[in-house]
């Protein structure tokens, strides 16, 4: 073993030295306030060292009546901090006028947090990304005259400036920041703002150093930071984003610094086309317990908590209307396991250590070239240990402290006391579970549906002209994904092999000649541009050509986003015989939709249309129904499995864009339950209107329940016993009482375990997805879980063959298995 414990120390005495200025500087104290500051170590709040775990929350995804209990959830997971980006260009539609009503509404959504007894930090950006459209800033921007966004641009500058001070006072007003009482103890100006900022050459960094001084002077007694900024000038602090910070983050720019980790993805986010990508509860762990013990973390925000909802047009460019499902709350707010409760378990067993690791600097002990031990000595005598093996293939055996440990591939125990493992990162003992969808609504027959044909504007009918194509977000200032280019020329014969060919910069398109569609194209994530190609026949004398071009979303990163350009490019028909080509102008333009004009998908903007009975499937129809809420409080999604792409209403709100037949490498659908909040519903009569592109059918939606109907729960010998069950002891065998591996299983509220669908003591094969009784196996097995569990909401079994009535067989490694129904 290696050790380097005298570097270390004087590490950690260097850092004490300096840290007085920044305590000074990091944070103000308000009358009846709390002081946030900070030094090498951690965030100090009110004199107290603190780890802190935080989890990502948007507010505007998802409803008022959601806040409380997702924050409750993420509460009980043993998150400590609720982050959340600000919104822009919700908050601030066209310039100067501000809108903090319903899901907007960030007062109410910080003040939730308060009363929860949880922090919150506010990433105020204001540019944001977040796979939001624009990345949060209002389109009204691209027109002020000579702005460059993100860069040393006084224009720019300004409107930033203003809308920093906005969110600022708003927060002061109501007495939010820790300095005030509040709940706000960091706040971020800017976001990555490192990985463009090259392409702004000498504009770049007078922008950084003006950004951090506009932040400090707004005096909001609580810290600031920037994400993925390794330059951050003091007293920012810069942070780290990413899934993999315990190993890539290059540490604070200053020994004054603590290691903060903003961004710690539970997952990903997902694009139409392409598969959904999973990220497990085991590397989440490892990667946190990574990041306190190798970077010395002492602040970890898992990105997101809860995703939740893209509603209405707010998705950047192809992204689904689904955000972040698979973290640790999905999209409904259901508690997703194993991740939920892994993380749990990993949060207590890491408190446990705080002691120990918010008053040192750990000591490195090799065990060779993929095992390590990072050991924390407290000052009161308290001492915490991570053992790490990064070998993702072999298990590893170690030798410390005179104990012989078992460590699995790419994992860490926490030993709180260096003594006895209260967790290992790749031992899952928490349960797993399993969401489902049940129809609870079907409008199932012609008779439930009226529709309204979408119609294609006439070259005569129409304002807006140009001899150019002109750009389209720059045309329709985002008032609406389409945009109709028109033109009329005439032909003298007639033609039956003409070629059209029409080349877009993104994101979809429709191609109309003499009223009849022609065809279809789109581009794809990071590829939006493409070209459509179709025979069509030309009318002697004078014809008509219409596309029908449509944003599905607006870009949200990357340098000059003002600069971006999506739409109709070129246009040119070839005849037959390839010697003539007719160039198209002058052009003519309409924005958005005749339905979209009259706002049909309200009450009353329904009335304004001429709807008929539901006929055969048509494209570029709008479709209308209503239902009454299903009973219940759980969550409700329409299943929009036979639809094709458009969107959706709910009494007048937009749940979202949906794109159903843009399916993956799998030959799925990216998408295909979209939610729709309780909170948009009235107990009858509900409006659905769906305005679809393409040939879907409404016959078959439907509306279903979602919920958690089965739970299940595997451990064996060597998992490590629950967390909560630790307690200190100098005597290694006084441990052992009462610590034993268990099966925890808990429906969801109002549910109880109705059928054991299978239960094994043995060992079992497989795990909770796919399973089998093993040659060992205990006979009563069920009858046992069934008596402990049957009719409860929650029940707990001891893995020990004392409970299951004797050893079924001697001398083999032992495991538990149950998996129940919930009802």
């Not at 990163?557 to 070129?570: D, H, K, Q, T």
Request: hydrophobic share 35%.
């Amino acid at each position: 073993m290696v050790e380097n414990k005298r570097a270390m120390r004087m590490r950690w005495l260097w850092r004490n030295w300096l840290a007085a200025a920044v305590l000074v500087m990091a944070g103000a104290v308000a009358a009846g306030g709390a002081s946030v500051s900070y030094d090498g170590r951690s965030l100090i709040i009110d004199g107290q060292r603190k780890m802190l775990f935080s989890g990502s929350i948007h507010y505007p995804r998802s409803t008022p009546d959601m806040w409380p209990s997702l924050i409750s959830k993420a509460k009980q997971g043993g998150i400590d901090v609720i982050e959340t980006y600000v919104f822009w260009n919700l908050h601030e539609p066209r310039p100067g006028q501000y809108d903090f009503s319903g899901r907007r509404d960030i007062v109410a959504f910080i003040k939730e947090i308060q009363a929860q007894g949880l922090y919150a930090c506010l990433r105020i950006g204001p540019y944001i990304e977040g796979e939001w459209t624009y990345g949060g800033f209002p389109f009204w921007l691209h027109d002020v005259p000579g702005i460059v966004y993100r860069s040393d641009n006084e224009p720019f500058k300004l409107y930033m400036q203003n809308f920093t001070t906005k969110i600022v006072n708003l927060m002061k007003s109501e007495g939010l920041y820790a300095s005030q009482g509040g709940p706000i103890i960091l706040s971020q100006i800017e976001n990555e703002y490192q990985n463009i900022e090259k392409a702004f050459r000498e504009d770049g960094p007078p922008y950084v150093r003006w950004t951090v001084k506009m932040a400090v002077e707004l005096q909001t007694g609580v810290p600031w930071i920037m994400c993925k900024q390794d330059d951050a000038p003091d007293p920012i602090i810069n942070t780290c984003n990413g899934m993999k910070c315990g190993e890539t983050f290059k540490g604070p720019n200053s020994p004054n610094k603590p290691s903060l980790w903003t961004e710690n993805w539970t997952s990903f986010y997902q694009v139409y086309g392409q598969n959904v990508t999973l990220r497990s509860a085991q590397d989440i762990a490892f990667q946190v317990a990574l990041f306190i013990a190798r970077k010395n973390g002492t602040y970890i925000n898992y990105y997101m908590y809860h995703g939740g909802t893209n509603f209405g047009r707010t998705a950047a460019e192809f992204m689904i209307t689904s955000y972040y499902d698979q973290a640790p709350l999905d999209e409904y707010g259901l508690i997703r396991e194993p991740k939920w409760g892994h993380l749990k378990e990993l949060h207590a067993a890491v408190k446990l250590c705080s002691e120990a690791i918010l008053s040192s600097f750990p000591t490195l002990l090799s065990f060779g070239q993929l095992q390590e031990a990072y050991v924390f000595s407290g000052d009161s005598g308290a001492c915490a240990a991570f053992l790490v093996n990064t070998d993702s293939r072999t298990s590893a055996t170690v030798r410390f402290q005179n104990l012989t440990y078992q460590l699995p591939p790419k994992s860490i125990s926490i030993l709180p006391d260096c003594k006895v493992v209260a967790f290992n990162t790749a031992k899952v003992s928490t349960q797993f579970n399993t969401r489902t969808s049940r129809p609870v609504v079907k409008f199932n027959s012609a008779e439930k549906w009226e529709q309204f044909q979408e119609v294609i504007p006439q070259f005569d009918a129409t304002a807006l002209r140009s001899q150019t194509l002109l750009e389209q977000t720059n045309t329709t200032k985002d008032a609406s994904d389409y945009l109709w280019y028109t033109a009329s020329f005439e032909q003298d014969s007639q033609e039956h092999q003409a070629r059209l060919s029409v080349k877009s910069l993104g994101h979809v398109l429709h191609a109309f000649v003499n009223g009849a569609l022609v065809g279809s194209a789109h581009g794809q994530f990071r590829n939006t541009s493409f070209t459509l190609e179709s025979t069509v026949a030309l009318n002697k004398g004078t014809n008509q050509i219409s596309l029908l071009s449509a944003t599905v979303g607006f870009p949200d990163s990357g340098a000059f986003l003002e600069r971006r350009s999506l739409g109709v490019r070129s246009v040119i028909i070839q005849n037959s015989r390839g010697v003539k080509n007719f160039t198209v102008t002058p052009w003519v333009y309409q924005v958005g939709l005749l339905g979209e004009k009259l706002q049909i998908y309200t009450y009353e903007g329904s009335k304004n249309a001429n709807w008929s009975s539901l006929g055969s499937s048509q494209q570029f129809t709008w479709y209308k129904s209503t239902f009454s809420a299903p009973k219940g409080k759980g969550p409700i999604a329409l299943n929009l499995g036979s639809m094709g792409k458009g969107e959706a209403w709910v009494n007048g709100q937009s749940i979202g864009r949906y794109w159903v037949s843009f399916h993956t490498s799998a030959g799925l659908p990216s998408q295909t339950w979209y939610n729709v909040p309780r909170s948009f519903l009235k107990p009858r009569n509900n409006l659905l209107v769906v305005f679809e592109e393409e040939m879907g059918n409404p016959v078959n939606i439907t509306v279903d329940a979602i919920s958690v109907t089965k739970v299940c729960a595997h451990v064996t010998n060597s998992n490590p016993p629950p967390v909560i069950s630790w307690r200190k002891s100098d005597k290694l065998s006084e441990r052992h009482p009462g610590r034993r591996p268990k099966v925890y299983l808990n429906c969801p509220p109002r549910s109880n375990i109705s059928k054991i669908l299978f239960a094994s003591f043995g060992n079992p094969y497989g795990n909770c997805e796919d399973y089998a009784a093993g040659l060992c196996h205990s006979s009563n097995s069920k009858a046992i879980v069934e008596k402990a569990c049957l009719g409860k909401t929650k029940c707990t079994i001891v893995q020990s063959y004392k409970k299951f009535g004797g050893d079924p067989c001697p001398g083999v490694h032992k495991s538990l298995l149950v998996d129940v129904q919930c009802e």
